[in-house]
């Protein structure tokens, strides 16, 4: 069993959709998630940051980490078609590696 | 907010010779970069960890006399891919940690680089 599970999807949505975007982990050490964007040929561009337990929102973006079901949700409001990448997510806790989830193939059609 | 540049973006080289990627943290200190290789629509892989002033640390597979890392200074790091085969063709990408009170244990990308071995 992986450490990070993440539908690899693809996934489409009409624009204006809210995109949910799931991983799954099994390190109950894990205290740092991160949610990345990353556009065909280009590095990944750090979306989010999460320390622990909660939500936080920023923009149309919104993550959440359930610890308790090992279960970490990135959601999107208002979709757009720029929005278009894959998202991966990682996690890690202090001093260890960073842990990427397969990544999620997202297309938000016009 | 944090930059980390990665250069060059992309390289094409003859199958045997050397090329080296630099990667840079641009407006923090980065005590930690790591390298990471990605296979077309695959996750990356991270091949090593690298931190400033000592031996970097290799995974499991990867082959520390090809994949030369020296991270001389805490804001630069490179990866000398040596005597390169088309098989080491690939999408190399470096991290670095900001490690700062103000940020946590966050970590920042670069944009890649693209290697071709022909």
């Known amino acids: 069993q992986k450490e990070v599970e993440q539908d690899p999807g693809p996934l489409s949505v009409p624009e204006g959709a809210i995109v949910s975007l799931n991983c799954t982990y099994s390190?109950?050490?894990?205290?740092?998630f991160m949610w990345y964007r990353q556009y065909s040929r280009k590095g990944p561009e750090l979306l989010m940051y999460?320390?622990?337990?909660g939500n936080k929102e920023d923009g149309r973006f919104t993550a959440q980490v359930d610890k308790s079901s090992k279960y970490i949700s990135l959601f999107i409001r208002d979709s757009q078609p720029s929005d278009s990448a894959t998202y991966l997510c990682?996690?890690?806790?202090?001093?260890?590696?960073?842990?990427f989830g397969q990544g999620t193939e997202l297309s938000v059609k016009p | 907010g944090a930059v980390v540049s990665q250069h060059p973006s992309r390289v094409i080289c003859k199958s045997g010779t050397s090329v080296k990627i630099e990667c840079r943290s641009l407006?923090?200190?980065?005590?930690?970069m790591f390298w990471y290789r990605q296979f077309p629509k695959q996750s990356l892989m991270l091949m090593a960890t690298?931190?400033?002033?000592?031996?970097?640390?290799?995974e499991q597979g990867v082959e520390k006399d090809k994949f030369l890392i020296n991270h001389a200074s805490l804001t630069l790091s490179t990866l000398t891919v040596t005597s390169a085969h088309p098989e080491d063709s690939s999408f190399y990408i470096c991290?670095?940690?900001?490690?700062?009170?103000?940020?946590?244990?966050?970590?920042?990308f670069g944009e890649g680089s693209w290697l071709t071995v022909v």
């Open positions: 407006d923090f200190q980065a005590t930690t």
């Open positions: 999460t320390y622990s337990s």
């Open positions: 690298s931190n400033e002033g000592s031996k970097a640390t290799y």
């Open positions: 990682a996690m890690n806790h202090q001093g260890g590696k960073l842990i």
């Open positions: 991290s670095a940690e900001d490690g700062s009170y103000r940020t946590g244990n966050t970590i920042y």
């Open positions: 390190n109950s050490a894990f205290q740092y």
